[in-house]
């Protein structure tokens, strides 16, 4: 009887493209999104593996949702500055807020994280895999991956601008579209910068 091969991702021929990167033998090919990158070898536990693997596509799905939820609120005009938040005066005192929301969200998490030691799937509440729209397969999951990482590099970036620059990714694109030469990160130094009201142009 023979053996059959664990089933590739189809990101696995594009590695063979990429020589340069070192060979680790926990990167295998079998996990969406797997490039071989492991410098630190963090993933050579393959229980940890797992466990990485699982916390990286949570982080990832948090980071898309902020992302997404940033631009559409300022491109909308809802609300004031996302990094003023925090800040803001809502219907709820902010004490009465965190209480509702600790223990809805531990819950919730308490249980996904139940659902995915006892499945190994990612899910929601009592749903594991939760895939209400049929798309779960390798070619979604590789491009979620995908677009996750490139959200979470995304929002550290916006967190940044917001700590420097005080203005949101749309009024900073705006302006560098206006201004590519006088308004970007090289030309313009942050002790430099003034914001002049909510458009956020670089002084």
């Given at each position: 009887m023979t053996s059959v091969p664990p089933r590739r991702c189809p990101h696995v021929a594009a590695r063979a493209r990429a020589p340069a990167l070192p060979s680790h033998a926990h990167l295998d090919g079998t996990l969406p999104g797997d490039f071989g990158f492991d410098p630190l070898g963090l993933g050579a536990d393959p229980a940890r593996l797992k466990y990485y693997q699982e916390a990286e596509l949570m982080n990832a799905r948090?980071?898309?949702?902020?992302?997404?939820?940033?631009?559409?609120?300022?491109?909308?005009?809802?609300?004031?500055?996302?990094?003023?938040?925090?800040?803001?005066?809502?219907?709820?005192?902010?004490?009465?807020?965190?209480?509702?929301?600790?223990?809805?969200?531990?819950?919730?998490?308490?249980?996904?994280?139940?659902?995915?030691?006892?499945?190994?799937?990612?899910?929601?509440?009592?749903?594991?895999?939760?895939?209400?729209?049929?798309?779960?397969?390798?070619?979604?999951?590789?491009?979620?991956?995908?677009?996750?990482?490139?959200?979470?590099?995304a929002f550290v970036g916006i967190v940044g601008q917001a700590i420097v620059y005080r203005t949101g990714p749309v009024a900073a694109l705006k302006d560098h579209i206006v201004d590519p030469f006088g308004c970007n990160m090289a030309t313009v130094p942050a002790p430099s910068i003034q914001v002049a009201g909510s458009s956020g142009k670089f002084a």
């Open positions: 948090w980071a898309m949702m902020a992302v997404a939820g940033i631009t559409a609120t300022e491109v909308l005009g809802i609300g004031g500055p996302w990094y003023e938040a925090g800040a803001a005066e809502y219907d709820l005192p902010i004490n009465a807020l965190l209480a509702v929301q600790f223990p809805v969200m531990g819950i919730l998490e308490l249980r996904r994280i139940r659902g995915w030691l006892a499945t190994g799937k990612s899910g929601v509440n009592e749903t594991f895999p939760w895939d209400p729209m049929g798309m779960n397969g390798d070619a979604m999951a590789l491009k979620e991956i995908k677009n996750g990482r490139l959200a979470m590099i």
